[in-house]
C-alpha cells in the first residue's frame, strides 16, 4: 500500500514557468514532510521540508504548500531553471525522529531552457 | 551540512560472489542508518533499518541471510550482498540521521551494484 501518493510521474517545464508536484497522504499522524531531489547516479538531497502546524514554507525559488485537512502537500519551483531538472520525492514521517521514511513514487522534472 | 559517505560509488562483480558496501557519517554520530534499493525510474524501497550495536531489523520480503548488515559503529553500517546474482543489479543507497534526534534524514550517494 502507497502510504504517499505523488502525481505527475514526468513533468515538462519551459524555462522560468513554475513546476507544481503533488503529493497526498492518508496517515494523519504523519507530522513531517520532506521534499528530496535526485540527480542521476545520486543519493536524494533534502530540499526542503515542513510541518503541519504552518501552511506554507518558502526557501528560495522552493514553496511547500500543505493543506491539512485535505491531507495534500505540493512543492512549488518558481522560475524553474535547467538545473532542477531532476527527479523529485516527497516524503512522510511520524516526527523528525520518525524510523520511517515513506516516500512518494517519485516525479521527473525537465526544465527546457 | 550533515554528510554521508558511501562506498564504491559502483561496482560489478561476478555471481555468485560477495559484495560490501559501507556508509559512514562524517560529521555526526548516527544512531540508525537505512539501507534502500532503488530501481530504474522507480522510487525508494526501504530494505533495513541498521541500529548500531544490534541486529538490524529487515522489511518484509527482504532475505537477511542474502543482505547482510552490520552497523559496528556510530558513524559505520556495511550492506553485504553475499552470492550475488544478476538480479541483486540495482542502486543501493544508505542514510542515516544524528542521534541528537530532531534531524533529518540524509543520503550517501548510492552505490550501483551490476552482477554479470
Known amino acids: 500500500q502507497q502510504q504517499v501518493k505523488q502525481s505527475p510521474q514526468s513533468l515538462i517545464v519551459q524555462k522560468g514557468g513554475i513546476s507544481i508536484i503533488n503529493c497526498a497522504y492518508e496517515n494523519t499522524a504523519f507530522d513531517y514532510f520532506p521534499w528530496y531531489q535526485q540527480f542521476p547516479g545520486k543519493g536524494p538531497a533534502l530540499l526542503i521540508a515542513?510541518?503541519?502546524?504552518?501552511s506554507e514554507k518558502k526557501e528560495g525559488r522552493f514553496t511547500i504548500s500543505f493543506n491539512k485537512s485535505a491531507k495534500q502537500f505540493s512543492l512549488h519551483i518558481m522560475d524553474s531553471q535547467p538545473g532542477d531538472s531532476a527527479t523529485y520525492f516527497c516524503a512522510a514521517s511520524m516526527g523528525m525522529t520518525g524510523n520511517q521514511f515513506y516516500f512518494g513514487t517519485g516525479t521527473s522534472l525537465t526544465v527546457i531552457p | 551540512g550533515a554528510v554521508v559517505s558511501q562506498h564504491p560509488s559502483r561496482v560489478i562483480c561476478k555471481s555468485g560472489t560477495s559484495v560490501k558496501i559501507e556508509c559512514r557519517s562524517l560529521d555526526f554520530q548516527a544512531t540508525t542508518m537505512f539501507w534502500y534499493r532503488q530501481f530504474p525510474k522507480q522510487s525508494l524501497m526501504l530494505m533495513a533499518t541498521?541500529?548500531?550495536?544490534?541486529?538490524?531489523?529487515?522489511e518484509q520480503g527482504v532475505e537477511k541471510d542474502k543482505f547482510l548488515i552490520n552497523h559496528a559503529s556510530l558513524t559505520l553500517s556495511t550492506l553485504t550482498v553475499t552470492s550475488a546474482h544478476p538480479e541483486d543489479s540495482s542502486f543501493y543507497i544508505c542514510?542515516?540521521?544524528?542521534?541528537?534526534?530532531?534531524?533529518?534524514?540524509?543520503f550517501g550517494n548510492g552505490t550501483r551494484l551490476t552482477v554479470t
Open positions: 515542513i510541518r503541519p502546524d504552518v
Open positions: 541498521s541500529n548500531e550495536g544490534s541486529k538490524a531489523t529487515y
Open positions: 542514510s542515516a540521521r544524528s542521534r541528537t534526534g530532531g534531524a533529518p534524514l540524509h
